[in-house]
């Protein structure tokens, strides 16, 4: 029975301990709070590299002083930081151009231009919408416009910069941020004379911070005169990332169309074999699970969005039937259990990712370990 | 300057207040220790579900009483949960089934071999390993065994089985950690009489701790001998998933099989038009960033494994045929640019996952934050 009550007993202490631990969070998080309108006065970015650096190892050194085991301090730090980042309010951010002509969002309803009317606005800037539906009233606000966005489905991307440029002052910055560059940079370098830059961002609207996004910058013409708007992306604490169109391009057949075409065609497989995803789910490893994860995400979003990222060039469809003609010969050396040539297969193409390979055994096992620490166990 | 000021001197009162939680996690670290010697003194399980959805759902609500962002404490929590679920140190376990006799692990030299022998060891009881090179002297410990443990592998299963079953006492438990099961428990029915367990465990010999990783038991003959092992299992915090021998392989046949030959081949086909990874990583969203790591991962491991796996049964081979079947039309589809059909297909997916498309959108979207806290901005 005394080790029973001793059980309890450290178990208490625990419980006081965790309360001590939450008084603690909550004075922290009143002194970022602070910190972070502190910051916003002085125009410092939201998002320092070098303060993350300094925090992460100033502490992972102290915690292994103490005798905590490595990494988790490291891993308590950065979940602590990433609620420092979203926690900057309203208009806390620093506004790089003041002026008293508007940002233009055109599409601004969707989700993806409410973000950032949200984020230009938060920054100061007067931010004026135009949608499908309020075209009569776009000429005025548009003739006093300092930068235009365009946010619409690729679809119609053309068709509204045609529809746009020549309204628009000619000092204006045209920016779009369609996930295919060189037709829409093209376009609307044919459609306006004044400065041109084509953005991409990286993520969906459904971010929680823009710390540490990636916004892909393109370039297009006369970029001087777009530089704040960049500079206002990295006061946001997003990386902006810049590479030619074509480099873009092909990137984005890798990155997003023959993903989303394997993925798409591994989710619409499983559907027709119908396996009960629910004993699937309890046979899985961490792994397979985040895989099965990564693939039933895609189809609780919008069609739509993925059909237009899919077909939206040749050079995508091309890629997919390239990947697609390699398929057959790799199947062939399954399907005769040549296990050497699978070697020599696979070590051709660990030589590839070179060091990356084991960086991503190292990266990927500590988020496995983080999607074991979901899991409710029995 | 008096601003300026300020924003160092908020710094400060920061790193003041980490050395705090530092020390806090230092103590608790500690009780954590003194609670897992306690339990282990009373056979308590290294985990308890009832206790972990306590503490995360009793810290939220005081957390959230505090005005703390919602989810913050539960990833906090969940971490250091796995910090003291790894925390149990040597022979920490109880021990259910005390013998004299050893529990025999043929190939106990491999990585997984060695595992469940430190596991067993630390649990008290005798463990003998038997490797290729130390065949003379195993009559002597076979005749002794409680439980022999067939880790070795797949190609070589069978003829291990042979060699090892007539060897055994009557009432000794015969067990297999192979992948496929169904060929695997007939051969073992086949060649021993006495009690049969067919064992799969869902991880690989890098975990860090045992707490919740899934073992697969589909059973065999005289299941009721066996059970103080699934009994021991549970003990180290696994979750014992019992199902046939053909459900668990038809499993094992989409969850790696086929999945392993899909990364495989997109990770081939890198290779092949072999972009520059490092310029593709800095072009990606989070997603895309963990996709390449599931991928790049696969290619630091060892060849001889994923080959294994996925040519280990002609029920393998046949479902990737039937799923390479399943490519031409949908890339016909996306090559006509027949965004309708696209979005039917998708929508019948959609259909099939039900619940878990939106689950896993959540689940995965608290991943993707993960992934994003790691990295590195500019």
């Known amino acids: 029975m005394t080790d029973q009550r001793d059980l309890a007993s450290l178990r208490a202490e625990i419980d006081k301990l965790d309360d001590e631990l939450i008084a603690l969070l909550k004075k922290r998080q009143a002194l970022v709070q602070e910190a972070s309108v502190c910051k916003s006065a002085h125009k410092d970015a939201a998002y320092s590299q070098a303060r993350e650096a300094f925090l992460l190892h100033d502490r992972a050194q102290k915690a292994a002083a103490a005798g905590l085991p490595p990494g988790l301090i490291e891993d308590l730090l950065r979940r602590l930081l990433r609620e420092s980042y979203k926690g900057v309010g309203p208009s806390a951010y620093a506004c790089l151009k003041p002026s008293d002509r508007p940002l233009v969002i055109v599409g601004g309803r969707g989700a993806m231009g409410k973000l950032f009317a949200s984020y230009f606005e938060r920054s100061g800037y007067k931010v004026a919408i135009i949608d499908a539906n309020d075209w009569d009233k776009s000429p005025a606000i548009l003739a006093q416009a300092l930068a235009v966005f365009i946010s619409v489905p690729i679809a119609c991307t053309k068709e509204v910069i045609a529809k746009v440029a020549p309204l628009l002052p000619p000092d204006c910055v045209l920016c779009d941020f369609t996930s295919v560059k060189a037709p829409m940079v093209q376009s609307m370098l044919e459609h306006y004379s004044g400065p041109v830059l084509g953005l991409h961002p990286m993520f969906g609207p459904d971010i929680r911070s823009m710390v540490k996004q990636v916004i892909v910058c393109v370039g297009g013409r006369n970029e001087e005169q777009g530089k704040f708007i960049l500079e206002q992306f990295a006061q ?38 119908a396996p009960d995803l629910k004993e699937i789910l309890a046979l899985s490893s961490p792994i397979y699970r985040l895989e099965l994860e990564m693939v039933g995400r895609l189809f609780a979003q919008d069609p739509k969005l993925y059909a237009d990222i899919i077909m939206s060039s040749q050079q995508n469809i091309d890629l997919i039937a390239q990947y697609l003609q390699t398929l057959q010969p790799e199947f062939a050396l399954i399907s005769a259990r040549d296990k050497a040539a699978f070697k020599r297969n696979f070590e051709q193409t660990r030589a590839y990712f070179g060091d990356y390979a084991a960086k991503f055994l190292r990266d990927s096992g500590a988020l496995l370990a983080k999607v074991q620490d979901e899991r409710v166990g029995t």
């Open 236 to 273: 946001w604490g997003a990386n902006v990332c810049k590479c030619s169109p074509q480099a873009h391009d092909q990137a984005m057949s890798i990155i997003q169309a023959l993903r989303h075409f394997t993925t798409y065609c591994y989710g619409r497989f499983l559907s027709e074999i």
